[in-house]
Every structure is written in structure tokens, then in C-alpha cells.
Nanobody, 119 residues
Framework: QVQLVESGGGLVQAGGSLRLSCAASGSIFSINTMGWYRQAPGKQRELVAVITITSSGSTNYTDSVKGRFTISRDNAKNTVYLQMNNLKPGDTAVYYC???????????WGQGTQVTVSS
């Protein structure tokens, strides 16, 4: 059974940095994209960043994190990272790893990791 194991969340002051990691354990085939979503209390889950599992590794970010967050991946390890710099209190949320795989673009979610940014 495939699982996504996340790590790297925590408490940080505004302006600080955190790095999230998400590794897919088990056998998973034909990954299309790996990405990060977040959900703040009382808000809907939103896409933060996504990267394609192709040689180009094209990326897409939500506007509020452009220039501060960087998504990267290690295809050999089925792992995706999110480097978060210059964190703001508005970045406080539970961050979820997401993998889309297979011809039908199945969804796989991690358990979530809490990121809290204090002012």
C-alpha cells in the first residue's frame, strides 16, 4: 500500500524558514505531479505549489508564495520538497502533500503537517 510520509513542519517566527519533505513509500507507478496544498482554520484547502515528474520539472505556485517558496523533487526517491523562506503569519496552516498518478490521475494525500508562523 502506498503512503505519503510528510515531515518538516513546526513553529517558526515571521521571516524564518522551514523545509517540508514528502516521501512516497511503497510501490507507486506513473507519477504525474507532486505538490503541496494547505488548509488554514475556517478556509478551504488551496494549492500552494506543484511540480511535474518530467525532465523539465515544470512548476506552478499560488501567487501569495511566489518568490518565497520553492518546490523541488527527487524522482529516484519519489520525494518532493517545499522550501519556505520569509514565512508570514498568513502561511500558518496544515500543509498536505499530494501525488497524482496513473492514466486516471488518481489522488493520493499525506496526513498533513502543521506549520505555524508567529508574528
Amino acid at each position: 500500500q502506498v503512503q505519503l510520509v510528510e515531515s518538516g513542519g513546526g513553529l517558526v517566527q515571521a521571516g524564518g524558514s522551514l523545509r517540508l519533505s514528502c516521501a512516497a513509500s511503497g510501490s507507486i507507478f506513473s507519477i504525474n505531479t507532486m505538490g503541496w496544498y494547505r488548509q488554514a482554520p475556517g478556509k478551504q484547502r488551496e494549492l500552494v505549489a506543484v511540480i511535474t515528474i518530467t525532465s523539465s520539472g515544470s512548476t506552478n505556485y499560488t501567487d501569495s508564495v511566489k518568490g518565497r517558496f520553492t518546490i523541488s523533487r527527487d524522482n529516484a526517491k519519489n520525494t518532493v520538497y517545499l522550501q519556505m523562506n520569509n514565512l508570514k503569519p498568513g502561511d500558518t496552516a496544515v500543509y498536505y502533500c499530494n501525488v497524482r498518478y496513473g492514466r486516471s490521475w488518481y489522488n493520493l494525500w499525506g496526513q498533513g503537517t502543521q506549520v505555524t508562523v508567529s508574528s
